[in-house]
Every structure is written in C-alpha cells, then in structure tokens.
C-alpha cells in the first residue's frame, strides 16, 4: 500500500531520546534553511503524526510547553501551529481542559472500485454532496480522447463540492455524454450522490479505469468553494470511469485540500 501526502516543508527528524522522570521523548529537529516557516513544519509534523495514529481521535494533545520543547521554539510559535490546525478542524480546544484531536485527515482509497460516499461513510463521517455549476459543452479532443466519443459530442459538465462533516474535502469537474445520461443534472442535485445520479440513468455500477495524481496551487475560485487561502496545495486527481461492458461514462478532474485528505494507491489498482 502506497501512501501519498503533499508536504510543504522538509523535516528532519531527529532520534533523540531523553529520560525524564522516566518517561522517553523524541525532540524533532526543524529545518530552518528549508525556507518554510517554522510554525508550517510544526504543523505538518503534527498532521502526520495524527494521520499516522500517534493522536488519536479525541486524543490530548501534549501541553504548549511540552511542544514547544520537543520542537526547540517558543510557545507563541507552537500556538499559531494549533491554531492553523484548528480552524481545519483537525484540533478543537476545550476551554480549561487542553487541545484535543477533532479529526483526523481523510484517508481516500484509490482503486477500481472508488466511491466518496461509501469512504466518508466507512471512517464514521456524514458525508455530502452539492451541485455547484453545470453547462453542456462540446467535445474537444482531450475529453472525446477520454472518453472514446467523436469530435463535438454533447457532453454534460458538472461541478462539484464534496463535503465530510461539514468540512469540503474536494471540488471536482466530471464530464459526461449528454445522450447517455440526459437528467444527470437534476439526479445529482437531488441525490447528492453521483453513483446514484448513474443509477437512475441505468448505470448501475461502474469501476475506475485510471487515476492520474499530481498537486498543484490551488486557484481562486476552488479557494473560495474549499474555504483555502490561495497558495495552498490541492491534490489533483483525474480519472475515467467504465460502465461494466467498459464504456468510458466518466471523465473528472477532483481538486482535494491537501491538508485535509491523504490519498491511499491499493497495490493491486
């Protein structure tokens, strides 16, 4: 299993060991020629570790201090760390009693068989999903290539946002063949679901054919439907889906805030 993560900071991490009223801590060294901020690489060292299951879900953090000695800086420096990870949601202070993990990022399984739903289900988060554009359009030569149709093909264009407690987790563009499935539109804004969207279009299940992943800034309008501030990274995922006779039914590229999801490749896929 191949996990990807988008880090924006190089660490070093340091084996140090301590003994102190007999209780063992790792120190991490930060890397402060690496030209991001110090208070980013604490961050970012702290997702990972919640990722990873060093923090568990509603799990205590270490005290401002504690942190603050562990990573060699001031507390106002592991403060502004918290505070980042909190307005994500991945952290919530409880008032007298400490910062505790909210949520941990998402994990998103690629594979031939991916649905948002069912992932966000799976991990005990309510997920959702809300249209938030559409437009018919023209088949040009990448997206007749993608989805094996003739130049100038009607196709649907749909976007978008997908939701996991509340929080937007992606904003996507999926095209579609309009004679394939003419009241897709109006399925997906009913359904919030676009498994179910197909379902109603006689579609009744469908597999991946292949996922390209690359990262990328995100741009201002998806900054605004993710709630980022512009210079953030986004994962890019494309893919194209077949219906069981493999048919090509969907092309789409998904933008996903890197600090709220981590992509998991199945070695099988």
């Given amino acids: 299993m191949i996990c990807l993560f988008v880090y924006t900071n190089k660490l070093i991490d340091s084996l140090v060991l301590k003994f102190d009223d007999g209780r063992m801590t790792k120190n991490t060294i930060l890397d402060r020629s690496a030209g991001i901020a110090v208070w980013r690489q604490i961050l970012e060292t702290l997702k990972a570790e919640i990722v990873s299951g060093t923090f568990e ?32 949601g991945i952290l919530r202070a409880d008032q007298g009693r400490g910062t505790f993990v909210a949520s941990a990022p998402l994990n998103y399984p690629i594979g031939p068989r991916t649905r948002f739903s069912e992932i966000v289900s799976g991990q005990d988060r309510a997920p959702s999903g809300r249209l938030i554009g559409s437009a018919l359009e023209d088949a040009d030569a990448l997206l007749a290539n993608q989805l094996e149709v003739p130049l100038g093909t009607s196709l649907i264009r749909v976007e978008t946002l997908r939701v996991a407690d509340g929080i937007p987790m992606m904003v996507g563009t999926s095209w579609l063949e309009q004679a394939l499935v003419p009241n897709f539109v109006a399925d997906y804004a009913d359904s919030g679901s676009i498994t179910e969207a197909l379902r109603r279009a006689g579609i009744e299940d469908y597999r991946r054919k292949e996922t390209r992943i690359t990262a990328e ?25 077949l219906d069981m006779a493999g048919k090509p039914i969907q092309y789409a590229r998904a933008r996903a805030a890197a600090d709220r999801m981590q992509l998991v490749v199945n070695g099988e896929h």
């Fill in 57 to 88: 879900k509603d799990g205590r953090l270490p005290p401002e201090s504690d942190l603050a000695a562990r990573f060699g800086v001031n507390r106002h420096t592991v403060r502004r760390a918290i505070a980042a990870l909190t307005s994500e």
């Fill in 217 to 241: 800034l995100v741009e201002a309008r998806d900054a605004q439907q993710l709630g980022l501030p512009l210079g953030q990274p986004v994962l890019v995922v494309e893919s194209v889906n």
